[in-house]
């Protein structure tokens, strides 16, 4: 398929503005602030654009409840906290397309009347930030960004704000406590951030990706972009895939690209003729998949029925030399280090779990340890105040179904039969 | 405590907000750079300045993994271990950094030359492993590779 | 209406609420952790998941809305395993200590574990573990128990507003300090620990004191340190208190307590409190018996007042006794011994201000809840900073603040510095300058409402000052006058809280002309600070040389015929002597006899020299006290006292509100008025008082104000003026205020005095640790502040390389003394501020006697100093308990 998100990326002047311009960008800007506002929710409404972070939300639907709020100022967010394990899908269109990110921000600014906008660009990233920042000087130079955008009068005003360490600050509510200058720990809702968000005002916190694909839909028209991918979840969807293929890397399909599509025909297969022993579909909080399931389709409704979740698009594929049991290990190790710690469950329990693994890792697990293990992860399904501790424990329970026998090998003859002695 | 430069610096960044209690990251970020860690009076100074609570100012900066509170080396190297990175080879560079400069995670070299951070995640998985030195990034690392790398960081 | 079913049963609701609130109102009992009512859900425990129907997963209760038609179901299978497991979850890195833990018995992870958890556990993983801290001398942390219910810092950031404390890291690393890491550095008001839910942090205070279940009796009480009056529980063993608590949702400060009244009981059980009557032979004071004390006393005044005159006795009263002392003592100085010479340090400020305002405004202008301050639409805040002076209090002006309500402060105000929208703080000598200038600016933006003719044309003579002059005398830019200005002007019925210091000043009586005129024009709600118990019992119960019980002017006929006839005895028609007046009479030998109850006005008013000499000059001096302060050093005869935990009786409050006290232990001393009743009796007039509750009868006889109170109408909580009674009615009119004997009309600011260049001028810090000279007594608050300071500008410590902690000699034209620094980074460079409550090292050693000739109050202007670091420093002896 022709791409859009990814356009020009190859070329080495790709951040320039002239260049963006020249292969047709800023075009959607002109076209968008001729339409009232109102009029460019809908139509982002009517291309069924779905949120690309994760959540898979609506993205016309959580523009409109903004736009109907009346309390002012409005703030549109750019969540580029990109820090599910295994996805980078977001730092091509940051680091080699920034201007597609911040024409749809534009345009959501115009459709929501919110006068500012803010990057929220994950710390890792230190060369995206500078691009960024340069991108937005040059965009303001040219009065695509400012007080008076191509002269219609229209206001907005966008920065980046760096985040630093904390995963948790991909989720929106989280997001929003890190800008106001706070722990990131997750709010409780209702209200809701397009209600009472950053500074208690209408806050549409948005991923990258979705925003990118803002310029697309205004170019091209709701009713064409809703015939790209799958009926229900339309539009061009960026997978990152790692791990062991023959080509890693981040790649423009249809949304809905099945899972052996992209691992074979995409990226090559597996590399050095191994054999695929399990895949990670959508990043490390999605359970993990054995390789009879790898026919789903990628997206947002197929997935749910396969037994996973299409997540973030990320795409982790291991052989047969990987010890998933270690994997599971350094997941528990993962969500432990980003555990907010607001919450009972998640702050204690999954650190329990990862203890657990981690002697069973060491060998001195015993045969009882999978069964507290499973016990362990339902007291945290359900229980928890956001979807980390939650993805965790879910996490967990795919691994023990999917692959129990890898934690069996490690579970030691020796530890199992102490306890039955001192029982 | 505060250089002017940092201050006039803290200060234009305020104007990006309508609250001053926003630029408190991008502030503890730019005292970082000039101390090259977070001190007690740094984080009391960023309080001060922002009319911000010293004991939130702390509750904030010690919330966040990439904010120091001890002094580092010269040189930060921030590697990643996480799942796609491990399964491509980061533990093998945790040892080397371990035998080769005697380097240990969440510590400093003897000589102040490089410190070692664990990261979580650098998104950098498709050429994985891969980590950042000070803002640099590298990736596709190996173990001559990243030896390589650090040598020119002095 | 919205109705909901909670376990089968129906409830209608006005108004949505969530489905913790409305399980309370059905009846139901839902656990929480990391609830508290006087704080925002937080979300945190997941200990109040519930089950509802139609919703897939379990939702916490505190933070769920009730919707119409919502079946809920709060002990279903599921939902006693979520409980289970979420216990379970705070039992893996919680140790388990309780048979070493002070909280257990009162421990709510304990009672809940009991009644919801798992009965063994299965972590087998090796807890976390931190070390217990003895690092704070109030706070003793034992952070392994620490659940991250986090309830201490929202407290202390939310409604406190101290912010001392945060949660650091993240994750199971999660970890709640004050910044320093370990001492805590804060307000200490304990507001923490009460919220606490386990035994991570307690009071070192009471560390292996007692057990929960064996304290023997709680008994309810109010505070005995400033004037909010917080109600607090005593907790009694073996005739000690035990603890000091405040009662959730109680009282006017509704569980809120102040580092004072939470830790500064102690002085009750010093063993350094008197416990005999003393009398001096050879110079010597030498224990006596009861009958000695009284005879010696009721011999010696008899014979003074035949020799010298009713007229050559004077008596000073306490703002720390009880209504029911107050009252005896000024029926003993009048009806007794035939004097009006009667004060006390409710003369200085409190009652002037109140008398004022009240002869412009009408009687009980100042009797306002003092709730209404976090409602009102606006804060100005003068004369002392209510957090520390009335920290209840002063945590209203906070919550106003995080609101949203302008609060506009003038005067250094360091606890409100986070919480004012502009902070003004005048030149020394100057504020008189700047309230005029705010006035004069106002009359521009608002019109007189015309409820007082002769006032408002009182005001209009008021010399204007524009606001550029007043930015050239004061030292405040034009813009910041011109916002404060802005702000007062649409304030639409603010509060206006008023503290001592901008009227003990020798332009004080100008001073509150202006705030009359101000609160006038604002349409103010008045609240006067007051850092006794009882300032306003004193006023009430007739402790002034002018007033009677009630509030009637002694000089008024009908009044003081009325009290005559209740007694049988004739009183002096003319008002009697002010404290400072007395001090002064005794120095000329004037005065003869005095009689000091409760008061300690050698330390508590300046100048120290000058008032031992007129108190040495006294043919008799008897004091009654609980300690052997500096003027019972003096005395000839010494009576012990009752403390306040050990008596009955009523303190009336700053907004004028009358609660009771009641005894908790027992003690050594007697009643006050017990033992003014039995000198009474030697000379001749019986006080037949079985309680304070005869005496509290008596009142209601004699003052018109308090005609039929009982402790019974105090009981509840909201026995607020005017009672039952008849409050005096004053006329609005010019008459009237001239009668208030204010020379206050054609007021000129012919000049005004600036503070000289380079030169320092001292202002009395009133710290948030101490009460006076009480709190030399409390063990518990010397480990806070144990050492005499003088606080000093950042510009000055430079000047004079002084770092914290350094000594300095603190030099006037009255005496010096050592005092050790502390940086104050927002103190204007020409002002040092120390206090006055170390012993031998008080601010009022160095400061002059002189006396506001209109208020009758003490001048305590800033006095000029020099600063010098210390050459030689003699540590101060520690105190003795």
């Known amino acids: 398929m022709e791409k859009f998100l990814l356009k020009n990326i190859d070329n080495p002047n790709s951040t320039d503005i002239n260049e963006y311009i020249s292969v047709g960008g800023y075009k959607a800007i002109s076209k968008a602030l001729e339409m009232k506002p109102a009029d460019v929710i809908d139509e982002v409404k009517r291309s069924g654009l779905r949120g690309r972070g994760g959540a898979g939300f609506p993205t016309g639907m959580k523009w409109s409840f903004a736009a109907a709020d009346p309390k002012k100022p409005k703030f549109i967010l750019c969540n580029a906290d990109e820090g599910e394990p295994g996805t ?80 948790i600050c991909g989720e929106e509510t989280a997001l929003i406590e890190s800008l106001e200058g706070r722990r990131g720990q997750p709010r409780i809702k209702p209200p809701f951030p397009v209600n009472e968000g950053f500074l208690s005002k209408p ?94 389709p990628m997206d947002f409704v197929n ?61 001195s697990g015993n045969e009882k340890d999978i069964e507290l293990l499973t016990e362990v992860s339902k007291n945290i399904i359900g229980k928890t105040f956001c979807p980390l501790g939650d993805s965790a424990a879910s996490v967990v329970q795919s691994f023990i179904k999917n692959f129990r026998q890898e934690f069996e090998q490690h579970i030691s003859k020796e530890a199992s039969k102490e306890i039955k002695a001192a029982a | 405590m505060l250089s002017e430069k ?9 104007g990006r907000y309508h609250d001053a209690r926003s630029s408190l990251l991008p502030a503890l970020y730019v005292v970082q750079r000039e101390h090259g860690w977070l001190s007690p009076d740094a984080v009391e100074a960023v309080g001060d300045l922002l009319n911000v609570p010293k004991a939130a100012v702390k509750g904030v900066s010690t919330f966040y993994s990439m904010f120091r509170h001890k002094p580092m080396g010269r040189h930060l190297i921030q590697l990643c271990t996480n799942v796609a990175c491990m399964i491509m080879g980061a533990e093998r560079l945790v040892d080397i950094l371990k035998s080769r400069y005697g380097l240990e995670p969440n510590s400093t070299t003897s000589d102040g030359r490089f410190s070692l951070v664990i990261m979580e995640c650098i998104g950098a998985c498709g050429t994985a492993p891969a980590m950042l030195v000070d803002t640099d990034f590298y990736d596709n690392l190996t173990e001559q590779g990243i030896v390589d790398i650090l040598e020119n960081y002095k | ?148 219910c986090t309830r201490c810092v929202r407290m ?100 809120l307590l102040c580092n004072r009244g939470r830790f500064g009981y102690d002085y009750v059980g010093s063993t350094d409190r008197l416990d005999s009557p003393l009398i001096r032979k050879d110079g010597k004071l030498e224990r006596a018996t009861w009958s000695e004390a009284f005879s010696y006393i009721a011999n010696r005044l008899k014979k003074i007042k035949e020799t010298y005159g009713s007229n050559s006795v004077a008596g000073i009263a306490s703002g720390r006794c009880t209504n029911e002392d107050n009252y005896v003592f000024q029926k003993f100085m009048r009806v007794v011994l035939g004097t009006n010479n009667i004060d006390s340090v409710a003369g200085f400020a409190y009652a002037p201000a109140q008398k004022f305002f009240e002869s412009i405004f009408g009687q009980g202008v100042t009797a306002n809840p003092m709730h209404g301050i976090a409602n009102s639409d606006g804060i100005f805040v003068i004369g002392g900073d209510p957090t520390s002076v009335n920290p209840v209090l002063g945590l209203q002006v906070r919550a106003a603040h995080q609101k949203g309500v302008p609060v506009i402060t003038s005067g250094y105000m360091q606890g409100l510095k986070m919480f004012s929208s502009k902070s003004l703080i005048p030149n020394p000598f100057t504020e008189t300058a700047l309230l005029a200038s705010l006035l004069t600016g106002l009359m521009k933006e608002r019109p007189f409402c015309g409820l007082n003719s002769a006032f408002e044309k009182i005001i209009r003579d008021i010399q204007p000052v524009e606001i550029k002059e007043a930015e050239e005398i004061c030292g405040i830019t034009s813009k910041d006058i011109s916002y404060a200005i802005d702000t007062l002007s649409v304030m639409t019925n603010p509060s206006i809280i008023i503290g001592r210091d901008i009227l003990q000043r020798a332009e004080g009586h100008t001073n509150l002309l202006l705030l009359a005129a101000l609160i006038y024009l604002l349409n103010g709600r008045i609240y006067l600070l007051s850092e006794l118990p009882n300032e306003q019992g004193l006023v009430d119960m007739g402790c002034l040389p002018d007033t009677l019980p009630g509030g009637r002017p002694v000089t008024v006929d009908i009044f003081r015929k009325r009290y005559e006839e209740f007694f049988g005895v004739e009183i002096p028609s003319r008002s009697g002597l002010s404290l400072m007046e007395m001090i002064d009479a005794a120095h000329a030998n004037k005065i003869k006899a005095m009689y000091v109850m409760g008061e300690d006005v050698v330390s508590n008013v300046p100048n120290t020299k000058h008032i031992k000499d007129a108190l040495s000059e006294l043919d008799l001096l008897v004091v009654q006290d609980i300690f052997m302060t500096e003027t019972a050093n003096l005395a000839d005869v010494v009576l012990p006292s ?44 019986d006080m037949d008082y079985k309680d304070s509750g005869d005496i509290i009868s008596e009142i209601a006889k004699v003052s018109p104000l308090h005609k039929d109170i009982s402790y019974k109408d105090m009981e509840d909580g909201e026995c607020m003026w005017p009672y039952k009674g008849e409050p005096l009615r004053h006329g609005m009119s010019i008459e009237g205020i001239e009668n208030s004997k204010f020379e206050i009309r054609n007021l000129k600011f012919e000049k005004y005095v600036r503070p000289e260049r380079k030169k320092i001028y001292i202002g009395i810090d009133n710290p948030l640790f101490h009460a006076e000279s009480l709190s030399r007594n409390s063990a518990a608050l010397h480990s806070i502040a144990p050492e005499a300071y003088v606080r000093i500008s950042k510009v000055l410590a430079r000047e004079l390389s002084i770092a914290n902690g350094d000594y300095v000699t603190i030099a006037t034209n009255s005496g010096s003394i050592e005092l050790s620094a502390q940086i104050d980074s927002d103190l204007p460079e020409n002002i040092v501020l120390i206090p006055n409550n170390f012993d031998g090292k008080g601010v009022f050693t160095v400061m002059n006697w002189k006396m506001n000739t209109v208020i009758k109050s003490p001048v305590m202007d800033f006095t000029e100093v020099l600063v010098r670091k210390a050459t030689h420093v003699f540590k101060e002896a520690t105190i003795k308990n």
């Not at chain 1, 190790?333 to 009972?344: D, L």
């Not at chain 3, 200490?188 to 606490?196: D, K, R």
């Open chain 1, 88 to 167: 980078f899908k977001d730092r091509p269109i940051l680091e080699k397309n920034p201007h597609l990110l911040i024409e749809g921000m534009i345009i959501s600014g115009y459709a929501l009347q919110a006068e500012y906008g803010y990057i929220y660009l994950r710390g890792e990233y230190p060369r995206a930030k500078d691009i960024l920042k340069d991108a937005i000087k040059q965009a303001h130079d040219k009065g695509y960004l400012g007080d008076n955008i191509l002269g219609k009068g229209i206001r907005f005003h966008l920065h980046v704000h760096q985040g630093a360490g904390a995963y």
């Open chain 1, 303 to 363: 997935m749910p029925k396969h037994g996973s979740m299409l997540g973030s698009g990320a795409v982790m594929v291991f052989d047969e030399t990987v010890d998933l049991a270690k994997v599971c290990l350094r997941a528990m190790k993962f969500f432990e280090h980003e555990s907010c710690g607001k919450c009972t469950p998640c702050r204690e329990g999954v650190g329990w779990m990862r203890a657990i693994l981690e002697r069973i890792c060491n060998g």
């Open chain 3, 156 to 255: 202390c950031d939310k409604v406190q507003g101290a912010s001392a404390i945060s949660i650091t890291n993240r994750s199971s690393k999660s970890f709640v300090e004050p910044f320093s890491g370990g001492r805590y550095d804060c307000e200490y008001c304990g507001n923490c620990l009460t919220v606490c839910p386990v035994g991570a942090i307690m009071s070192r205070l009471h560390k292996h004191a007692y057990r929960p279940w064996l304290i023997e009796k709680e008994v309810d009480t109010v505070c005995s340190f400033c004037g909010v009056g917080c109600s607090l529980t005593l907790q009694v063993r073996g005739n000690s208190i035990v603890r000091a608590v405040p009662k959730p949702g109680k009282g006017l400060n509704k569980g």
């Open chain 2, 6 to 14: 940092a201050v006039v610096e803290i200060n234009q960044i305020k």
């Open chain 3, 1 to 148: 209406m919205i109705t909901v079913t909670i376990n089968g049963k129906k409830i209608t609701l006005e108004k949505p609420v969530t489905i913790l609130k409305a399980a309370e109102i059905a009846g139901i009992k839902i656990p929480t952790l990391c609830h508290h009512d006087m704080l925002e859900p937080y979300g945190g425990c997941r200990l109040c998941l519930v089950e509802i129907e139609k919703m897939p997963r379990l939702q916490t209760a505190c933070t769920q809305h009730v919707t119409d038609g919502m079946v809920v179901w709060t002990e279903t299978e599921k939902v006693v395993e979520a409980r289970k497991g979420v216990l379970e979850f705070l039992l893996i890195n919680h140790p388990l200590d309780c048979p070493y833990c002070d909280k257990a018995g009162e421990c709510n992870l304990q009672d809940l574990v009991v009644k919801y958890g798992p009965a063994t556990g299965r972590f087998a993983e090796g807890k976390r573990t931190h070390p217990e801290s003895y690092d704070d001398p109030i706070i003793v942390r034992n952070m392994e128990r620490c659940i991250l």
């Open chain 1, 203 to 296: 806050t549409v916190v948005n991923n990258v990706e979705t925003l990118a694909n803002i310029p697309y839909i205004m170019e091209i028209g709701a009713e064409a972009y809703s015939k790209i991918g799958s009926p229900d979840c339309p539009g061009p969807k960026l997978y990152s895939i790692s791990g062991h293929v023959k080509n890693p890397g981040v790649y423009e399909l249809p949304m809905g690209t099945t899972l052996r599509d992209i691992i074979y025909a995409h990226c090559g297969g597996i590399r050095d003729n191994k054999k695929l022993k399990a895949v990670i579909p959508g990043g490390i909080s999605t359970p993990i998949l054995s390789p009879d399931k790898i026919d789903c």
């Open chain 3, 642 to 685: 009752l403390a306040w935990a050990e008596k009955e009786g009523s303190y009336t409050n700053l907004e004028r509100r009358m609660q009771m006290l009641r005894k908790a232990v027992d003690g050594k001393g007697m009643d006050d008025w017990q033992a003014i009743a039995e000198i009474s009796r030697m000379l001749g007039f």
